[in-house]
């Protein structure tokens, strides 16, 4: 998916400045609470689909994909890292496992695609948000903690990648306080089009300066959620302008999360 196929950026671990401020309050940056897809996603061949039961007694959609065995063993890397991934805002496990698990997984990489609470198939919480910064990074680390056996790298994109800044700053303080458990350690981390650690606000006025229609367009596609009844908006800001119509309907309409479905309706 073209939303997905910007520019990367890996993060070392053991960088100083992605350290969060200490805080007695709870993060406020939140992914809106929504139900579950209006059609499952259909797994690809050597897909398989289960669902991570969190302390809270929620249950979390992961997509799964195992690496790829060669016929010959010995030509095989033993050593890859598992590879976990985080989507974005009205995206679930569903973004990745389209393209990247199978990519991955080819290689020789196990591959592991969360949905966050709230989106795709996995369980919403009651409240009117479906979680925090806090609460993400959590559930994050204690799917890794119970079913993750080797040290992995975290993938995120958009608000994926601030939950895994949020995760590595609190590796960090773990190890600093020598309480690693809550928190398992990473291979590493790589960041696609992430969220930076001050939020989108500094983003946008830059943005609003140097391109201020396309600044202008995006605003009123995600703040006022202009996305769900325009079909070229919507392409132009979750996939492509180029992207086939029928092609962005399955995604929209199938498998992102039914608080989109008024736009869907006016299409069939």
Not at 231 to 255: G, I
Request: hydrophobic letters at 40%; proline letters at 7%; a positive charge.
């Amino acid at each position: 998916m073209a939303t997905l196929l910007l520019s990367s950026q890996t993060i070392s671990l053991s960088q100083p400045n992605l350290c969060f401020p200490r805080r007695t309050k709870k993060p406020q940056a939140v992914l809106n609470r929504t139900q579950k897809m209006q059609v499952p996603y259909e797994l690809k061949q050597g897909q398989t689909r289960l669902f991570h039961k969190l302390p809270s007694g929620l249950n979390m959609e992961v997509i799964v994909q195992k690496g790829v065995v060669d016929k010959d063993p010995y030509d095989r890397n033993s050593e890859n890292p598992p590879l976990v991934f985080v989507h974005g805002s009205y995206h679930a496990a569903w973004c990745w496992a389209e393209n990247w698990l199978p990519f991955f997984s080819a290689c020789g990489f196990d591959c592991y695609a969360l949905s966050l609470l709230g989106q795709g198939e996995s369980d919403a919480p009651s409240g009117s948000v479906a979680g925090t910064l806090q609460t993400h990074a959590s559930d994050v680390a204690d799917f890794i903690q119970k079913k993750v056996l080797l040290p992995p790298v975290l993938l995120g994109h958009s608000f994926g990648g601030l939950i895994i800044q949020y995760y590595i700053a609190n590796v960090k303080n773990n190890q600093a306080i020598e309480m690693e458990s809550f928190y398992p350690k990473l291979t590493g981390a790589a960041l696609v089009c992430s969220v930076p650690p001050s939020g989108n606000s500094g983003l946008v006025w830059r943005y609003l300066f140097s391109k201020p229609i396309a600044a202008f367009k995006v605003t009123r596609s995600l703040a006022a959620k202009a996305f769900q009844t325009s079909l070229p908006l919507c392409k132009e800001t979750f996939f492509s302008s180029t992207m086939e119509d029928q092609l962005v309907l399955r995604f929209v309409c199938n498998h992102f999360s039914s608080s989109v479905l008024a736009f869907c309706l006016p299409w069939h």
